[in-house]
């Protein structure tokens, strides 16, 4: 009895581990085959959402391109236009100069011509007439008594007619400016206030336009979204998979979009300075011919008053007779020739003060123009880089989320991964579609600004050269009346004695004094007044600007906060979900530990009956056994059925791997294929560059043969050294140091101009004495950044770089510029590092710099600079997520190059002369380069070099300074 229930425990348990094997076994298999069922379904998925992301990623980077090449054609258009009229007014200005040359030379030949005519006729008529004066002299005596007495009370009466003449052009004058001014502000007021409503009604416009896009396009995401929901159950666990990828991948083409972004911006910077360098090029031209004409006219007028005393002592005695006959007359004459004059000069005074105030107005208009472009964009930009950053964070949050919920609880994770997915993607597209409405409002914006500045700029334009035209035609007229009034004064005032015409030129010249201080207070008190109201204008603009600025700010932050809000409620609520999922967890397996031991009591129970059943009863033996062998049976065909389960799963392994490698060798031929099509438009774009190269050389070609002398480059370097002696506008000062910055770096020559004269008084020396003198307005660093080029390219030069070093006070200088801008600015700072790395080269330099108290200056200057750089580093990593710690993509290289190239700054001749070419910083995601030179450019700034100018960074700068002179091994 004893072997029997032995022998059948032995046997119930190997069934037991028979079937618990078997359990095992096809657990695994189900296990398999779900995972081979998940994977394919995953790779599908993966295919179409990559597939997505090209479409997506592809259209961006056209519509990018697009863009700029649209913004690039308008810019170069409106440069186009603007040098075609202005070689259009020097034209016609040059037309018209020489046509009034030759109008006022032909003037003189004729009236010189009528002159000798005259001469001759009155020699005739003295000869005929001297003998009817022996006759008549007693009638002539009395004649002459009653004439003379005639002139006097004629004199007296005309001078008090003058006096009151002159009280009422005052009068008239002073009253015509007061109304004048007045209609010009009403007219400007009138203009403003048009402008104002066109624009609001226009961006009204805009905005109910882009508020029914915008519903429209979340209708049809929702509808979209709600039909395809049922089909993405398991997208969420390939976004959880694949969202490290993604980031790397956005943060890369993030940066490369930025360094793009900062290229365009030097391009447009660069274009800029150069518009505004031609605009006062051409301010100075102007103001140069205006007094080459003064100059003409006043030579013209002192020639004029020598022939009219000649004449004047040749006609005296021939002319008396004629000018008692017609004393009547001519009087009458000259006081409608004055009244003439008069008129004239009053029409011609108000045509000038007119035009002053429109070019005035116009111009800042142009300026208010300029700056709502510029803070319209500026918005734009830093809305983009907000958003971009809170859906970086987003992200990454919806990540935390998703690993803590699929960690926590498996039969809530569908639920979970749909909600998060679902509200994930509509945040996106949110975002997609502010940002095109936004971009949209922005360029139709532009648009709409441009159109009304050219049809503004046209109508001014078109005004301005009528009212020019008509100016013209009365200068013609009243020079005309000027020159025949001019010769019957000369016919009339021969008669005049010499004390009446001195009593008449003291008179005109009180009354003209009189009228120029009249004048001077008048324009004096206009400028006031104009001034008083532009600066309140401008205030009021700053303080809306102001408010605007506060409000978006506010909005911006409260919309931060709120969005922290939710990720912290997200996160309190997986936090809840997770503990409340270790309860239950905990509470199963304690139900599960005592079911388990309920069965193993009942099993044992059930065991022990069937023991004793099967020691009494042989027949319930024989039925178990059978039942044994029909078991048996069954696990031997489920055994069957699992090999063929388990081939059939290998052969379509096989299947698939062959499918995948097919797709790899698709894909690496793809690659190869888009490879070749970047380089072939590399290619093309070299092409084109060269093309452009070209063309450049010829026109470079065409305007040196057409130069003139004193548009050289060595004229315009000894204007340039003459103005910084005499300093009077600092616009014209900044021209003049970019002038010499040029020139020395283009020619030995002007180099060897700027150490020409003595230590003290050498143009060098004047140029360190101006540094120190400048303070850290943007203008006055502008200067000292400027000076700082012209030092070192005069340095890098060996024949003139000893006259650098021996310039008095030049390295306290040096030092005092280093403290003052080291830390507003950067540049300065590090182009005087490089400006004594490069004198170190001289004896003098290099002993003085190390000396005890300069050593201790410099290495205090790299720790402090040192330190600050650090303090700022942590502040970031401490305010923001720190994306440069991210692990670095080296798993495969990037389907397209990266467009960024790393260049010196160099001067490039592509970009101008006067533009300089920066290295690009390597950031901590790209892959590990060689580590940068500390050495800088030491030979001709006009020769080839490959080692920076500067170093731009200034911990570079003054690390390399330290190093060329011996002081970091000191310092450690």
């Not at 996160?571 to 270790?582: G, T």
């Not at 888009?674 to 470079?700: C, N």
């Not at 004495?769 to 005069?794: A, F, G, K, Q, Y």
Request: some cysteine; aromatic content about 6%.
């Amino acid at each position: 009895m004893v072997q029997n229930r032995v022998r059948s425990r032995n046997l119930t348990r190997k069934e037991r581990e028979n079937f618990l094997r078997m359990k095992s076994s096809s657990v695994v298999v189900q296990s398999w085959w779900r995972g081979v069922r998940q994977r394919r379904k995953f790779n599908d998925e993966r295919s179409k959402v990559v597939m997505c992301q090209a479409l997506v990623r592809g259209w961006l980077v056209r519509r990018q391109a697009r863009n700029l090449v649209e913004a690039v054609t308008m810019i170069q258009n409106r440069f186009r236009t603007r040098n075609m009229a202005r070689r259009e007014r020097e034209n016609f200005l040059r037309m018209k100069t020489s046509s009034v040359v030759l109008q006022s030379r032909w003037r003189g030949v004729r009236q010189r011509r009528k002159f000798d005519n005259d001469v001759a006729k009155v020699v005739i008529c003295q000869a005929v007439v001297k003998g009817w004066l022996q006759r008549k002299q007693y009638l002539r005596m009395k004649n002459a008594v009653t004439m003379l007495q005639r002139r006097l009370r004629a004199c007296a009466e005309g001078r008090r007619v003058r006096t009151q003449f002159v009280e009422k052009r005052e009068a008239a004058v002073r009253i015509q400016a007061l109304w004048r001014g007045h209609l010009q502000r009403n007219s400007f007021r009138m203009d403003m206030d048009s402008i104002v409503k066109m624009q609001a009604m226009v961006r009204g416009k805009l905005v109910r336009h882009s508020f029914v896009v915008m519903k429209l396009g979340a209708v049809c995401i929702q509808n979209w979204w709600r039909a395809v929901l049922a089909g993405r159950q398991e997208r969420e666990a390939f976004l959880a998979q694949r969202e490290g990828a993604v980031k790397v991948q956005t943060w890369w083409r993030m940066v490369r979009e930025r360094r793009r972004f900062i290229r365009m911006l030097k391009v447009v910077i660069a274009c800029q300075a150069w518009m505004r360098g031609g605009r006062e090029r051409t301010r100075y031209l102007r103001k140069q011919r205006a007094v080459t004409v003064v100059q003409r006219w006043f030579r013209g007028c002192k020639e004029l008053k020598e022939e009219r005393d000649q004449f004047l002592r040749k006609r005296q005695a021939v002319v008396v007779m004629q000018a008692v006959v017609k004393g009547w007359l001519e009087k009458r004459r000259f006081v409608k020739s004055r009244e003439a004059a008069c008129l004239l000069q009053r029409n011609v005074r108000g045509w000038m003060a007119r035009r002053k105030v429109e070019s005035w107005r116009l111009e800042r208009q142009r300026e208010l123009a300029a700056r709502l472009l510029q803070r319209q964009w500026r918005m734009v930009l830093a809305k983009r880089r907000v958003e971009e950053m809170m859906e970086h964070s987003r992200r990454e949050k919806a990540a935390v989320v998703l690993q803590t919920c699929v960690r926590g609880w498996i039969a809530r994770r569908v639920f979970s991964d749909q909600l998060l997915g679902a509200l994930t993607i509509q945040r996106w597209w949110r975002t997609a579609l502010l940002t095109r409405m936004l971009r949209n409002q922005f360029l139709k914006q532009r648009q709409s600004a441009l159109k009304l500045q050219t049809w503004w700029r046209q109508a001014v334009a078109r005004r301005q050269f009528c009212r020019q035209r008509a100016a013209a035609r009365t200068v013609q007229g009243w020079v005309r009346t000027k020159g025949a009034s001019r010769r019957f004064l000369r016919l009339r005032w021969a008669v005049v004695v010499v004390q009446r015409k001195w009593r008449a030129r003291e008179m005109a010249r009180i009354q003209q004094e009189r009228y120029s201080r009249m004048r001077a207070a008048a324009i004096t008190l206009q400028a006031i007044w104009r001034g008083r109201q532009a600066r309140a204008l401008y205030k009021v603009q700053v303080k809306a600007v102001g408010t605007l600025q506060r409000c978006v700010r506010g909005w911006l932050a409260r919309r931060y906060v709120g969005r922290k809000r939710a990720a912290l409620l997200c996160l309190q609520m997986a936090v809840k979900r997770m503990s409340l999922a270790k309860r239950c967890r905990k509470e199963f397996l304690e139900m599960r530990r005592i079911a388990i031991g309920l069965q193993a009591r009942s099993r044992g129970l059930l065991a022990r009956r069937q023991f004793l059943r099967l020691q009494d009863d042989k027949e319930y033996r024989e039925q178990l056994r059978r039942e044994t062998e029909v078991r048996e049976e069954e696990r031997r065909q489920l055994a069957a059925r699992t090999i063929t389960q388990v081939m059939r799963v290998v052969v379509e392994r096989r299947r698939f791997i062959k499918v995948k490698t097919a797709a790899t060798t698709i894909q690496k031929y793809w690659r190869g294929h888009w490879h070749r099509k970047v380089v072939m438009e590399q290619w093309t774009t070299a092409t084109s560059r060269l093309s452009i190269l070209k063309d450049i050389k010829m026109r470079l070609q065409e305007v040196n043969a057409a130069a003139k002398p004193e548009d050289s480059l060595g004229a315009r370097t000894a204007s340039a050294i003459d103005y910084i002696f005499s300093i009077k506008d600092v616009a014209q000062l900044i021209c003049a140091v970019k002038t010499l910055d040029l020139s020395t770096r283009l020619s030995l020559d002007c180099s060897m101009k700027m150490i020409e004269g003595l230590s003290g008084v050498s143009p060098v020396a004047q140029l360190v004495s101006l540094m120190t003198r400048c303070n850290r307005s943007v203008p006055h660093m502008e200067v000292v950044s400027t000076i700082l080029d012209i030092l070192l390219n005069v340095s890098r030069v060996v024949l003139t770089r000893e006259a650098v070093a021996i310039v008095p006070n030049l390295l306290p200088d040096l030092f005092q510029t280093m403290l003052v801008y080291r830390d507003t600015g950067a540049e300065i700072f590090s182009k005087c590092c490089a400006l004594l790395q490069v004198l170190s080269v001289c004896p003098l330099v290099a002993d003085l710099l190390a000396q005890s108290e300069n050593a201790k200056k410099l290495t205090g200057y790299e720790m402090i600079v040192t330190k600050k750089r650090k303090l700022k580093e942590e502040n970031q990593r401490r305010r923001s997520f720190n994306v440069s710690a991210l692990p670095v993509p080296t798993a495969r290289k990037p389907l397209r190059p990266a467009n960024s190239i790393n260049q010196l700054n160099r001067t490039s001749s592509t970009m101008g002369l006067n533009s300089t070419m920066t290295t690009a910083t390597p950031t901590p995601m790209q892959p590990k380069q060689r580590k940068a030179s500390m050495a800088v450019a030491t030979g001709p700034p006009w020769s080839h070099q490959t080692k920076p100018r500067f170093h731009e960074d200034p911990v570079t700068a003054i690390t390399a300074l330290n190093k060329v002179l011996g002081l970091s091994q000191t310092k450690k």
